[in-house]
C-alpha cells in the first residue's frame, strides 16, 4: 500500500531564505505527483504537478523534482516570504486510485 | 471560469440528523472527488466518479455514507444519521483526467456534528 510521507510537519524560517520541503513515497509506480499549497480554512491550490517522465517543474519561485527510483520529491521556494506562509501537500496519483496524499509540511515565514 | 463550488462552507448540526452536502464541478470535467480532511488522518479519499458514475468508493467508512451524481453538474455526499465523529472538512474536487491533469479543489464544507 502506497504510504506519502512529508518531514517536517512545520518549518520555520526568516524572510528570504531558500528552503526545501520534503516528501517520500513507498511505491514508484506512480502516474504523477502534485504539490498543493492549502491557506487557514481554505481549500487547496495546485501548484507544480509533475508527471511520471518528467523530473521537474518550475513556476515563478517553487520549484518541483521528482526522482522515483528513490521514491522522493522535492518542493524548493526561493526567496521566501511572509506570503508564503501555509500548509503545503505533496500527493500522488497510481493507477485505478484517486491522489494519495501526505499530512503536509506547515511553513511560517517571519518579517 | 468558476472554480469547484461547495455548500454550504459551514454546517453545524444535532447527532442523529441528516447532513447533505453539494458540490458543483468545473464545466467540462470528466472526474468528481470528495475527499474528508481531519487533523488525525490528513485528507483522506471517500468516493470519485467518472462520468456521473461512481468508481472507487472505498474509502466512504460506512454505510450511513451516500453519494451520488445525477447529472455532470452536480453531486451529493450524503450521511445519515450523522455522528460525531464525522466532524471534519470534506471538499470536492474534479479533473478532466487522474494522470495528467492536475486535480482543482473547492473550499471544502466545515461539518461539525454535536
Known amino acids: 500500500k502506497q504510504e506519502v510521507t512529508q518531514i517536517p510537519a512545520a518549518l520555520s524560517v526568516p524572510e528570504g531564505e531558500n528552503l526545501v520541503l520534503n516528501c517520500s513515497f513507498t511505491?514508484?509506480?506512480?502516474?504523477?505527483l502534485q504539490w498543493f499549497r492549502q491557506d487557514p480554512g481554505k481549500g487547496l491550490t495546485s501548484l507544480l504537478l509533475i508527471q511520471s517522465s518528467q523530473r521537474e517543474q518550475t513556476s515563478g519561485r517553487l520549484n518541483a523534482s521528482l526522482d522515483k527510483s528513490s521514491g522522493r520529491s522535492t518542493l524548493y521556494i526561493a526567496a521566501s516570504q511572509p506570503g508564503d506562509s501555509a500548509t503545503y501537500l505533496c500527493a500522488l496519483s497510481q493507477a485505478g486510485t484517486a491522489l494519495i496524499f501526505g499530512k503536509g509540511t506547515t511553513l511560517s515565514v517571519s518579517s | 471560469d468558476a472554480g469547484v463550488i461547495q455548500s454550504p462552507r459551514h454546517e453545524v448540526t444535532e447527532m442523529g440528523q441528516e447532513v447533505t452536502l453539494r458540490c458543483k464541478p468545473i464545466s467540462g470535467h470528466d472526474y468528481l472527488f470528495w475527499y474528508r480532511q481531519t487533523m488525525m488522518r490528513g485528507l483522506e479519499l471517500l468516493i470519485y466518479f467518472n462520468n456521473n458514475v461512481p468508481i472507487d468508493d472505498s474509502g466512504m467508512p460506512e454505510d450511513r455514507f451516500s453519494a451520488k451524481m445525477p447529472n455532470a453538474s452536480f453531486s451529493t455526499l450524503k450521511i445519515q444519521p450523522s455522528e460525531p465523529r464525522d466532524s471534519a472538512v470534506y471538499f470536492c474536487?474534479?479533473?478532466?483526467?487522474?494522470?495528467?491533469?492536475?486535480?482543482?479543489f473547492g473550499d471544502g464544507t466545515r461539518l461539525s456534528i454535536l
Open positions: 511505491d514508484s509506480a506512480i502516474y504523477n
Open positions: 474536487a474534479s479533473s478532466l483526467d487522474t494522470s495528467l491533469q492536475p486535480q482543482h
